[in-house]
C-alpha cells in the first residue's frame, strides 16, 4: 500500500449548552463555565441546548419543520463546520464532499404515545385498538424526523453535500468508528474530504426512560464526572459537533488552514463481563496509537456510569504525566456526539496552542502550562465499546 | 492465474460464503428454488391483529420465533442465521473465531410497544403521566430492555457470537443500507486493513407500527387481495412495496486470501457506486441526476461498461415513483439496452426487506451468476408503457450472466449501487 496521506482538521462546527462556535465556547471552557438544569426534569439532570437561532443555518423554515431537534442541532453544527471550512456553498466541493454521521433516533411524540398506553390499559383494550389509534394519532412526516439517517439527509438537503453518505449507529461507537473510517478513506485516497459529527438532543423524556431501565441517569444534585462516587450517572446534554477533515494536498490545493492534524484513529469491543476488560482495551488502545507522551493532554468523553468510569480511572492512573479533561462536566452526556466534541475541543486547543483549564475539584484533573503538541481523545461507551484518537499540532 | 489484484491496483474482494432467510424460507437452497419457480412470500399479517388497516399484508418470517418477542430481538436472529450459514460455506477461521471485522446494516431501534404497555401497567395507575412512568423505569426490573433498545445491540451480538475482531460498524442507510455495508466491507479489503470481512444485513421490524407509519407515508400497496399479487413493479397498476424481513451475510474476503486457503469463490464484488440525492427527503431529483451519477460511478469503480453488464437486479421497490425514476436513470446510462437488458425485481417475491434488501438482493444476484439462471419479476399482467424494460416477466429465465448491477435506493437520498461478477475482470 501507498504511504497513507495525512488528514487535516480544517473545519469545526459546535453547538452545545456553552454556546456556538469556536470562540464561544472557549472562552466557557476557560470560565470553567457549566449549564446544567436540575430543575426541568428532576430528579434528572440535564444539559439544555444554549438558545440557537437555527435560521442562521437553517433558512427554509420549511426545512426546520421537517426536522426533529436533533436534526435541527446536527444539520446547524454542519452549517458552522462547512463554514468554518470555507466550503459553503462551494458546489464544486459539495458534491462530491464524503459524510458520515454517527445518529440515534428521534424523539417520540410522548404525549401521544401516553396517551394511547393510559387508553389501552384503562380499557384492557385488545391490540387492535393499537391499529386504530396509531393510524389517527402518528403524524406521518414524524416517521422522517426519527429515522437515524435523515440527519445525513436533512445536510444533504440544507447544506448539499452529497457525496457518499453513511450512517453509523450504536450509541458512543457510532462517533468513535464514524472518525476512524472517515480517516482511513482519507489517508488511502479513497476520500478527498469528510465532513463527519454528529448531533443529541438530550432534553427528552424518552431518553431519560431508556436509559432509567438500567439506572444510568445522574439523579438529584450535578456533580463533576470524577466527583460521582456518592451517586454515579450520566447527565445527558444537547450539542451538536461536526468536523470537516481532509487530505492535506486537497487543502494546500484551495488554501486552507489546519486547526490541526488527525493522525490516528482506534476502536475496540472490549467483552466487559471480564471486570477490568475497559482498562486492558483502554491500554492495548493507547499503545496502538503511535506512542503518545505519557505527560502530553487527553480529553475523554467519561460518562460518570460505574463500572466503565472506574475503569478509565484505573486506566488514566497508569499515565499520571497526563494533563486530562473530561468533557462529560461542562457538557454532560452527549452520547454519539461525545467523541466528536472531543476531537473538535482538541483540535481548538492545538490551534490556540493551550489547552483548556481543569475543572475538577478532585484534583483528576491538573494544569498544563506548556503547550499541547499531541491530544489524545478517548472514549469508553456508557455500555460498550472503546476507542481513542490521536491529535496533533501543525507547526 | 489472475493477479490478485483489480486494474486500479486494488485487492480484488470475492464473496466466499452466503447466507440468507427471506419469507420463502431459511437457506440459498430454498430460497433459490422459490425464487425462480415464481412463488411469493407475501401474506396475510398473522403476527398482530390487522384491523382498521389499510395494508394488511407483509413479507413476514413466521417460521422464526424469539420470546420475548421484539422486532430487534427477531432482527437479531435472523442475522444469526443467514450468518451461520455464510460461515459454513465459506470455512473461514474457527467457531467463534472470525478473522476480521462485522459490518452490520440494521434498522434504527425503538423501545416497541409490549414494553412500554409492560412499563405502563407496572405504574398501577390511571391517567399516569411521563413522571410516573420514569418512577418506576428504574431499579432494575427493565434492566434488560436497555440493552435490547440500544443501536449498538444486535453488532455487539454478532461480535461477541461469532467473534469478528475490533468494534463492529452498525449502519443505517434506509433503503440502501445492504448495499453501504457491502460496500465499506469492500473498501477495508481494497485499504489492506483486512483480508476477510463479515457483512451482514437484517431486517425483522414488520410490527404494528412499523407498518403504520409506513402506511402513513402513503409507501405501502393496498392491494390486499390476494396478498401474492400485491408488490407489482414495474406495471401499470402497481401502487407501493409491500414490507417485509430478512437477512443477508456475506463473507468478503481479498481473493489473494481466499484463493490462499482454498475457499469456494462464489463471485467478486468488482464495483460499488454511492451517490446523494439532496433534492428531497422522500423523493428522487426528477432529472435523475443522483441516480445517474450513481450507476456510472459503479460502473466506473469497476472499471467497466454497461455492454458489459448482463442483468440488473434493480432496486424496483413497485412505488409509483421508484419504478420511474429508475427507468429514468437507467435509460439515461445504458441508452438503448435499458430495453434488451433483463431487468428483474426480486421484491415482487419477498417484498422490500428495507436494512436487508441491498444483501438479500446481492446474494439473489451471485445466485443468478452461480446458475446462470435470472429469476422473474412477478403480477407483471400491465406492462407500464413508460418503463419499458425487460423485466423478465412472471418466469425465470436461463441466460448467460457474467455481471449484473445490484441497485439500492433510499428515502434521505441514499443510492448506491454495486456490480458483482462470477470471475475477476
Given at each position: 500500500m501507498n504511504k497513507p496521506k495525512e488528514a487535516w482538521i480544517?473545519?469545526?462546527?459546535?453547538?452545545?449548552?456553552?454556546?456556538?462556535?469556536?470562540?464561544?465556547?472557549?472562552?466557557?471552557?476557560?470560565?470553567?463555565?457549566?449549564?446544567?438544569?436540575?430543575?426541568?426534569?428532576?430528579?434528572?439532570?440535564?444539559?439544555?441546548?444554549?438558545?440557537?437561532?437555527?435560521?442562521?443555518?437553517?433558512?427554509?423554515?420549511?426545512?426546520?419543520?421537517?426536522?426533529?431537534?436533533?436534526?435541527?442541532?446536527?444539520?446547524?453544527?454542519?452549517?458552522?463546520?462547512?463554514?468554518?471550512?470555507?466550503?459553503?456553498?462551494?458546489?464544486?466541493?459539495?458534491?462530491?464532499?464524503?459524510?458520515?454521521?454517527?445518529?440515534?433516533?428521534?424523539?417520540?411524540?410522548?404525549?401521544?404515545?401516553?396517551?394511547?398506553?393510559?387508553?389501552?390499559?384503562?380499557?384492557?383494550?385488545?391490540?387492535?385498538?393499537?391499529?386504530?389509534?396509531?393510524?389517527?394519532?402518528?403524524?406521518?412526516?414524524?416517521?422522517?424526523?426519527?429515522?437515524?439517517?435523515?440527519?445525513?439527509?436533512?445536510?444533504?438537503?440544507?447544506?448539499?453535500?452529497?457525496?457518499?453518505?453513511?450512517?453509523?449507529?450504536?450509541?458512543?461507537?457510532?462517533?468513535?468508528?464514524?472518525?476512524?473510517?472517515?480517516?482511513?478513506?482519507?489517508?488511502?485516497?479513497?476520500?478527498?474530504?469528510?465532513?463527519?459529527?454528529?448531533?443529541?438532543?438530550?432534553?427528552?423524556?424518552?431518553?431519560?426512560?431508556?436509559?432509567?431501565?438500567?439506572?444510568?441517569?445522574?439523579?438529584?444534585?450535578?456533580?463533576?464526572?470524577?466527583?460521582?462516587?456518592?451517586?454515579?450517572?450520566?447527565?445527558?446534554?444537547?450539542a451538536g459537533v461536526f468536523l470537516v477533515i481532509e487530505s492535506?494536498?486537497?487543502?494546500?490545493?484551495?488554501?486552507?488552514?489546519?486547526?490541526?492534524?488527525?493522525?490516528?484513529v482506534v476502536t475496540d469491543l472490549a467483552q466487559r463481563k471480564q471486570p477490568g476488560a475497559v482498562t486492558k482495551s483502554l491500554e492495548t488502545l493507547w499503545s496502538k496509537l503511535g506512542m503518545p507522551k505519557d505527560n502530553g493532554a487527553l480529553i475523554t468523553g467519561a460518562t460518570g456510569v460505574e463500572p466503565v468510569t472506574s475503569e478509565e480511572k484505573a486506566f488514566l492512573g497508569g499515565h499520571p504525566g497526563c494533563a486530562v479533561r473530561a468533557t462529560g462536566t461542562s457538557f454532560g452526556h452527549t452520547m454519539e456526539t461525545q467523541f466528536p466534541l472531543g476531537l473538535a475541543l482538541a483540535a481548538l486547543s492545538l490551534s490556540r496552542g493551550a489547552l483548556f483549564p481543569p475543572n475538577d475539584p478532585t484534583g483528576l484533573e491538573v494544569e498544563m502550562t506548556k503547550p499541547p503538541t499531541q491530544i489524545v481523545v478517548m472514549g469508553a461507551g456508557h455500555w460498550q465499546g472503546e476507542g481513542m484518537a490521536l491529535v496533533e499540532a501543525i507547526k | 492465474m489472475t493477479a490478485p489484484r483489480d486494474k486500479f491496483g486494488r485487492p480484488i474482494v470475492v464473496v466466499t460464503g452466503m447466507g440468507i432467510v427471506t419469507s420463502l424460507g431459511a437457506g440459498k437452497t430454498d430460497n433459490w428454488k422459490k425464487l425462480t419457480a415464481g412463488e411469493s412470500g407475501i401474506r396475510t399479517v398473522t403476527r398482530f391483529p390487522i384491523d382498521g388497516l389499510k395494508s394488511t399484508m407483509a413479507g413476514t418470517v413466521d417460521f422464526v420465533t424469539v420470546e420475548p418477542s421484539s422486532s430487534t430481538g427477531l432482527t437479531e436472529r435472523l442475522a444469526d442465521l443467514a450468518t451461520e450459514e455464510a460461515l459454513a460455506q465459506s470455512g473461514i477461521g474457527r467457531k467463534g473465531d472470525f478473522p476480521g471485522p462485522l459490518f452490520l446494516a440494521v434498522a434504527p431501534v425503538e423501545v416497541e410497544w409490549s414494553q412500554r404497555i409492560e412499563v405502563g401497567r407496572a405504574v398501577g395507575k390511571p391517567d399516569f403521566d411521563v413522571n410516573d412512568v420514569l418512577k418506576i423505569s428504574g431499579g432494575g426490573k427493565f434492566?434488560?430492555?436497555?440493552?435490547?433498545?440500544?443501536?449498538?445491540?444486535?453488532?455487539?451480538?454478532?461480535?461477541?457470537?461469532?467473534?469478528?475482531?475490533?468494534?463492529?460498524?452498525?449502519?443505517?442507510?434506509?433503503?440502501?443500507?445492504?448495499?453501504?455495508?457491502?460496500?465499506?466491507?469492500?473498501?477495508?479489503?481494497?485499504?489492506?486493513?483486512?483480508?476477510?470481512?463479515?457483512?451482514?444485513?437484517?431486517?425483522?421490524?414488520?410490527?404494528?407500527?412499523?407498518?403504520?407509519?409506513?402506511?402513513?407515508?402513503?409507501?405501502?400497496?393496498?392491494?390486499?387481495?390476494?396478498?401474492?399479487?400485491?408488490?407489482?413493479?414495474?406495471?401499470?397498476?402497481?401502487?407501493?412495496?409491500?414490507?417485509?424481513?430478512?437477512?443477508?451475510?456475506?463473507?468478503?474476503?481479498?481473493?489473494?486470501?481466499?484463493?490462499?486457503?482454498?475457499?469456494?469463490?462464489?463471485?467478486?464484488?468488482?464495483?460499488?457506486?454511492?451517490?446523494?440525492?439532496?433534492?428531497?427527503?422522500?423523493?428522487?431529483?426528477?432529472?435523475?441526476?443522483?441516480?445517474?451519477?450513481?450507476?456510472?460511478?459503479?460502473?466506473?469503480?469497476?472499471?467497466?461498461?454497461?455492454?458489459?453488464?448482463?442483468?440488473?437486479?434493480?432496486?424496483?421497490?413497485?412505488?409509483?415513483?421508484?419504478?420511474?425514476?429508475?427507468?429514468?436513470?437507467?435509460?439515461?446510462?445504458?441508452?438503448?439496452?435499458?430495453?434488451?437488458?433483463?431487468?428483474?425485481?426480486?421484491k415482487s417475491m419477498i417484498g422490500h426487506t428495507i436494512s436487508a434488501a441491498g444483501a438479500v438482493e446481492a446474494i439473489i444476484s451471485l445466485l443468478t451468476l452461480e446458475h446462470q439462471r435470472i429469476p422473474p419479476t412477478i403480477n407483471y399482467e400491465i406492462p407500464d408503457p413508460a418503463i419499458p424494460f425487460d423485466v423478465v416477466p412472471n418466469v425465470a429465465r436461463d441466460a448467460r450472466v457474467t455481471a449484473v448491477m445490484s441497485n439500492s435506493f433510499g428515502f434521505g437520498g441514499q443510492n448506491a449501487s454495486l456490480i458483482l461478477t462470477r470471475e475477476p475482470i
Amino acid at each position: 500500500m501507498n504511504k497513507p496521506k495525512e488528514a487535516w482538521i480544517t473545519g469545526i462546527g459546535i453547538i452545545s449548552s456553552l454556546g456556538e462556535g469556536l470562540d464561544a465556547h472557549w472562552d466557557a471552557l476557560n470560565a470553567r463555565r457549566i449549564n446544567v438544569d436540575e430543575k426541568r426534569f428532576a430528579p434528572y439532570v440535564v444539559h439544555p441546548l444554549a438558545p440557537v437561532s437555527f435560521d442562521a443555518q437553517i433558512p427554509k423554515k420549511g426545512d426546520q419543520r421537517q426536522m426533529e431537534a436533533w436534526q435541527r442541532i446536527g444539520t446547524y453544527a454542519a452549517g458552522l463546520a462547512l463554514d468554518s471550512a470555507g466550503v459553503k456553498g462551494n458546489q464544486e466541493i459539495l458534491g462530491r464532499m464524503d459524510m458520515i454521521v454517527a445518529a440515534g433516533g428521534g424523539e417520540r411524540d410522548v404525549p401521544v404515545d401516553l396517551a394511547i398506553l393510559n387508553a389501552y390499559i384503562k380499557s384492557n383494550a385488545s391490540p387492535a385498538f393499537l391499529n386504530e389509534r396509531l393510524m389517527n394519532d402518528l403524524r406521518p412526516t414524524l416517521f422522517l424526523t426519527q429515522l437515524s439517517n435523515l440527519l445525513a439527509g436533512n445536510i444533504a438537503i440544507v447544506h448539499g453535500v452529497s457525496g457518499t453518505s453513511r450512517t453509523f449507529m450504536g450509541e458512543e461507537a457510532a462517533s468513535i468508528d464514524a472518525a476512524r473510517i472517515a480517516l482511513a478513506r482519507i489517508q488511502s485516497g479513497q476520500s478527498d474530504i469528510t465532513l463527519v459529527g454528529a448531533a443529541h438532543n438530550g432534553e427528552r423524556t424518552d431518553l431519560l426512560i431508556l436509559y432509567e431501565f438500567d439506572d444510568f441517569n445522574l439523579k438529584d444534585t450535578f456533580d463533576p464526572v470524577w466527583a460521582r462516587n456518592k451517586h454515579s450517572g450520566f447527565a445527558l446534554g444537547s450539542a451538536g459537533v461536526f468536523l470537516v477533515i481532509e487530505s492535506r494536498e486537497h487543502a494546500e490545493a484551495r488554501g486552507a488552514k489546519p486547526y490541526a492534524r488527525l493522525s490516528n484513529v482506534v476502536t475496540d469491543l472490549a467483552q466487559r463481563k471480564q471486570p477490568g476488560a475497559v482498562t486492558k482495551s483502554l491500554e492495548t488502545l493507547w499503545s496502538k496509537l503511535g506512542m503518545p507522551k505519557d505527560n502530553g493532554a487527553l480529553i475523554t468523553g467519561a460518562t460518570g456510569v460505574e463500572p466503565v468510569t472506574s475503569e478509565e480511572k484505573a486506566f488514566l492512573g497508569g499515565h499520571p504525566g497526563c494533563a486530562v479533561r473530561a468533557t462529560g462536566t461542562s457538557f454532560g452526556h452527549t452520547m454519539e456526539t461525545q467523541f466528536p466534541l472531543g476531537l473538535a475541543l482538541a483540535a481548538l486547543s492545538l490551534s490556540r496552542g493551550a489547552l483548556f483549564p481543569p475543572n475538577d475539584p478532585t484534583g483528576l484533573e491538573v494544569e498544563m502550562t506548556k503547550p499541547p503538541t499531541q491530544i489524545v481523545v478517548m472514549g469508553a461507551g456508557h455500555w460498550q465499546g472503546e476507542g481513542m484518537a490521536l491529535v496533533e499540532a501543525i507547526k | 492465474m489472475t493477479a490478485p489484484r483489480d486494474k486500479f491496483g486494488r485487492p480484488i474482494v470475492v464473496v466466499t460464503g452466503m447466507g440468507i432467510v427471506t419469507s420463502l424460507g431459511a437457506g440459498k437452497t430454498d430460497n433459490w428454488k422459490k425464487l425462480t419457480a415464481g412463488e411469493s412470500g407475501i401474506r396475510t399479517v398473522t403476527r398482530f391483529p390487522i384491523d382498521g388497516l389499510k395494508s394488511t399484508m407483509a413479507g413476514t418470517v413466521d417460521f422464526v420465533t424469539v420470546e420475548p418477542s421484539s422486532s430487534t430481538g427477531l432482527t437479531e436472529r435472523l442475522a444469526d442465521l443467514a450468518t451461520e450459514e455464510a460461515l459454513a460455506q465459506s470455512g473461514i477461521g474457527r467457531k467463534g473465531d472470525f478473522p476480521g471485522p462485522l459490518f452490520l446494516a440494521v434498522a434504527p431501534v425503538e423501545v416497541e410497544w409490549s414494553q412500554r404497555i409492560e412499563v405502563g401497567r407496572a405504574v398501577g395507575k390511571p391517567d399516569f403521566d411521563v413522571n410516573d412512568v420514569l418512577k418506576i423505569s428504574g431499579g432494575g426490573k427493565f434492566a434488560p430492555y436497555h440493552h435490547r433498545f440500544m443501536f449498538g445491540s444486535v453488532a455487539g451480538h454478532l461480535a461477541e457470537k461469532f467473534g469478528t475482531k475490533g468494534s463492529p460498524i452498525s449502519l443505517s442507510t434506509a433503503c440502501a443500507s445492504g448495499a453501504t455495508a457491502i460496500q465499506l466491507g469492500v473498501e477495508a479489503i481494497r485499504r489492506g486493513e483486512t483480508d476477510a470481512a463479515l457483512v451482514v444485513a437484517t431486517d425483522g421490524s414488520v410490527n404494528q407500527e412499523n407498518l403504520i407509519r409506513f402506511s402513513l407515508l402513503s409507501a405501502l400497496s393496498t392491494q390486499n387481495d390476494p396478498p401474492q399479487a400485491a408488490s407489482k413493479p414495474f406495471s401499470k397498476n402497481r401502487d407501493g412495496f409491500v414490507i417485509a424481513e430478512g437477512a443477508g451475510t456475506l463473507v468478503l474476503e481479498s481473493y489473494e486470501a481466499a484463493v490462499a486457503r482454498g475457499a469456494p469463490i462464489l463471485g467478486v464484488v468488482a464495483g460499488c457506486g454511492e451517490l446523494t440525492d439532496s433534492f428531497h427527503r422522500t423523493r428522487s431529483s426528477p432529472d435523475g441526476k443522483p441516480i445517474i451519477g450513481c450507476v456510472r460511478k459503479s460502473l466506473a469503480d469497476a472499471g467497466m461498461t454497461t455492454e458489459q453488464i448482463d442483468h440488473i437486479n434493480a432496486h424496483g421497490t413497485a412505488t409509483p415513483e421508484n419504478d420511474k425514476m429508475e427507468y429514468v436513470g437507467i435509460s439515461a446510462v445504458f441508452g438503448e439496452r435499458a430495453k434488451q437488458i433483463p431487468v428483474s425485481s426480486n421484491k415482487s417475491m419477498i417484498g422490500h426487506t428495507i436494512s436487508a434488501a441491498g444483501a438479500v438482493e446481492a446474494i439473489i444476484s451471485l445466485l443468478t451468476l452461480e446458475h446462470q439462471r435470472i429469476p422473474p419479476t412477478i403480477n407483471y399482467e400491465i406492462p407500464d408503457p413508460a418503463i419499458p424494460f425487460d423485466v423478465v416477466p412472471n418466469v425465470a429465465r436461463d441466460a448467460r450472466v457474467t455481471a449484473v448491477m445490484s441497485n439500492s435506493f433510499g428515502f434521505g437520498g441514499q443510492n448506491a449501487s454495486l456490480i458483482l461478477t462470477r470471475e475477476p475482470i
